[in-house]
């Protein structure tokens, strides 16, 4: 019977949407000038957020592997692009229309689509996918190649400073890790399976496009008419 459920997988998927939720209301409070916090780019912030990245294309590529190990299913790999495509729209539109001069052009979800589509040739084959990996890692960290390649090899009139912009050097690498990772998971190493988790506990990491998408509209509909109403007695 193949494996359809590990446990260590789920809790780096829960921790990581948990940690998004956090840091997105962190930068919210500022954006509605409730804090003065530095966030997203502050000393802290910055490294909080490479951990939330982390977390969550390693599960990217994992995720890759037990879907894909035994033979790629691309109905199932392209009907789930195609919504991940689709979110990525709204939200670049959204950006667009309320934040024009910061819109996100490249984020969370457009790279999490492109990436899959990338590295879905290499789910099975884990030394291979590490090694790219590494190799990708290694060519940001020595500045071969810059965090804004491809979009710096043509002017395309994008924001410099996107509220959210995830490089595809060297992030597509950590993606190719976790398909080491993954392979790992389906061999039978589940570090936390022992912790005996309710499923209801990794709800959140297993709906995690769910959460991703609904969850800023939900802190900006409360937090903004919390402001409204604040500002609006004054």
């Known amino acids: 019977m193949p494996i359809t459920r590990n446990v260590t997988l789920d809790i780096m998927r829960t921790v990581a949407i948990v940690l998004m939720v956090i840091f997105h209301f962190a930068y919210d409070l500022r954006f509605f000038g409730w804090v003065d916090w530095s966030v997203p780019n502050g000393p802290g912030w910055k490294q909080f957020r490479y951990v939330i ?4 294309f390693l599960s990217v590529g ?24 689709v979110w990525a729209c709204v939200i670049s539109l959204f950006t667009y229309w309320f934040f024009n001069s910061n819109w996100i052009f490249f984020g969370v979800l457009h790279f999490i689509a492109v990436a899959s589509v990338l ?54 690498g950590v993606v190719l890790l976790g398909i080491g990772v993954g392979h790992m998971f389906i061999k039978g190493i589940d570090p936390c399976a022992s912790l005996k988790l309710s499923t209801k506990i990794t709800f959140l990491g297993r709906h995690s496009l769910a959460v991703y998408v609904l969850h800023q509209p939900l802190f900006f509909v409360t937090l903004g008419s919390v402001y409204w109403l604040s500002h609006s007695v004054m």
């Open 119 to 172: 590295c879905l040739p290499f789910a099975r084959y884990p030394v291979m996918a590490c090694f790219i990996g590494i190799g990708i890692i290694t060519l940001f960290l020595t500045n071969v190649v810059t965090s804004k390649w491809p979009f710096n090899l043509w002017e395309l009139g994008l924001p410099s400073s996107p509220n959210d912009y995830v490089a595809l050097f060297p992030w597509i």
């Open 53 to 56: 990245l982390s977390l969550f």
């Open 62 to 85: 994992a995720s890759l592997v037990f879907a894909h190990h035994q033979r790629v299913d691309l109905k199932s790999f392209a009907k789930r692009i195609m919504w991940i495509v």
